[in-house]
């Protein structure tokens, strides 16, 4: 994708789960200044849409992806089973690579097919195709800091190429200790944004992307901006908060530098 190209969308639905961000109704109104923003630990919810085996199984990651993502497509009215997906996250299972570390530590070196298989960059798409029976592509990537963009734009580029629609999955958890040090991301966070091609009779804002340089965009809330700064999948949280004002506007995702992301947001 040159500078000079652009790409864009039709928001039909957001999910949202942060720190003290249970859902997409309370955080539209944090986000638009309507409440304040009381930081809380992450409720994440039972995925109940799993077969109960794979529920008992199911990770911290899993757990936030499958709510981000349900959530966008419930508000936009459409089966999940039909539609193409990005699961976009800087971390794997920080729980389960901390396990599988402790394993090869120790003594018994053997690794469970369990712990192994939820160990993969893709196990949360696995257990998405599992929950809700979707056949669709689905792609996860990681770019690091800059996840968030990198999913927006391989969510758009697909959008681009099939005209069909595409829900994009952010998210991130927490390591434990020692890996918590060296990547300190203090607790588990996801958006979700069911993305269509054409506007609908649910669509709430047009989105337009491209590449350019500058800063990313930040929010003026001290905790706000430092779930932006410190969970990855948050880097997000201006453009939800472009979206909940209601009036749109233009602003700067973080990524891979020296690029940025430069988003225009025109509510319906």
Known sequence: MSADMSLSAWIDGVGLLAPGLPDWAHGQAVLAGREAHVPAPSVLPAPLVLPPNERRRASRVVRVALASGLAALEQAGVDPSGVAAVFAASTADGHNCHALCETLASSDQRVSPTRFHNSLHNTPAGYWSIATGAMAASQSLAAYDASFAAG??????????????????????????PIASLRPIPDAAGIGLALSPQAGPRSVARLD????????????????????????ALRGLPLLQALASGQGGELVVEYLAPLSLHVSLTPC
């Open 152 to 177: 927006l734009l391989e969510a758009l580029v697909q959008i681009h190429a099939t005209a069909a629609p595409c829900v994009l999955i952010a998210y991130d958890a927490e390591y434990p200790e």
């Open 209 to 232: 992307i491209r590449l350019g340089d500058g800063p990313a965009s930040m929010l003026d809330t001290p905790s706000l901006e430092a779930l932006r700064t410190t969970i990855p």
